[in-house]
């Protein structure tokens, strides 16, 4: 059975920045369902979407997997195609976990660094809720890198939570998110620390900045498939 997220439920004399450790595998289930808008829907639509683009014994990487929710969609609507699925996560306490609740032998799962990871022969690559935790100055770097590595025609799938260049319209969705959280049990309080906690490790891009990105690491196409409040998610194809 799933654990509670109650991680910020009581005051803390000091916010120490946010990371996922024991603890916060612990409740990550119930954590990330009840803090991002739509992610009952994108995880399903990410094991469609990747099925669809993965030929036979191709190759997956499931970055950033966390407790390998997307690792999981993707391998059921695979059904029984033969393929090889790299799940990968800097977080111990996450590979630990998803290793326990996905055996399948096409899933291989790996604790080791995104930005160290070799994409060379990938047909697809999904990075869900990642991208917004690498260093900003990194992140064209390593989107380029797929993009030389992965095969002809591949696929990149890319969640993230994304900023408004109106400050008006930023600040709008910003409080209707965090009604999103009062509205799923989550307090005042707990939403105010888990927001101090985010500040200095999870940097946002806008949605012009991530297709420019796509643009500038030579992908020929990105599509928009998802979008929610201050949530977006896209196809981009190499």
């Excluded at 195609?81 to 790299?86: D, N, S």
């Excluded at 620390?193 to 991530?210: C, F, G, P, Y």
Aim: aromatic fraction near 10%; hydrophobic fraction near 40%.
């Amino acid at each position: 059975m799933n654990k509670k997220d109650e991680i910020y439920r009581k005051v803390s004399p000091q916010i120490v920045d946010f990371a996922f450790d024991a603890a916060v595998a612990e409740v990550f289930p119930d954590m990330v369902r009840r803090s991002v808008p739509g992610y009952e829907t994108v995880i399903p639509l990410t094991g469609l979407i990747a099925a669809r683009h993965a030929p036979e014994n191709g190759k997956i990487f499931d970055l950033g997997c966390s407790l390998g929710a997307s690792s999981l969609a993707i391998l059921h609507q695979l059904r029984e195609k033969p393929v090889q699925l790299h799940a990968i996560d800097s977080s111990e306490a996450m590979i630990d976990r998803a290793k326990e609740q996905i055996s399948d032998s096409r899933c291989a799962f790996y604790c080791a660094d995104i930005l160290d990871t070799d994409f060379t022969g990938a047909d697809v690559v999904v990075m869900n809720y990642v991208l917004q935790f690498i260093a900003p100055e990194k992140r064209l770097k390593l989107v380029s890198r797929m993009q030389e590595q992965m095969n002809p025609g591949a696929l990149l799938i890319v969640s993230e939570k994304i900023r408004f260049t109106d400050e008006a319209v930023d600040e709008l969705f910003t409080e209707i998110h965090h009604d999103y959280k009062r509205a799923n049990g989550y307090t005042e309080l707990e939403v105010s620390q888990k927001r101090t906690a985010l500040e200095n490790v999870m940097v946002i891009d806008t949605h012009e900045q991530h297709y420019e990105r796509f643009m500038q690491a030579q992908f020929h196409d990105v599509k928009t498939w998802y979008k929610c409040l201050n949530w977006a998610s896209f196809m981009v194809t190499k």
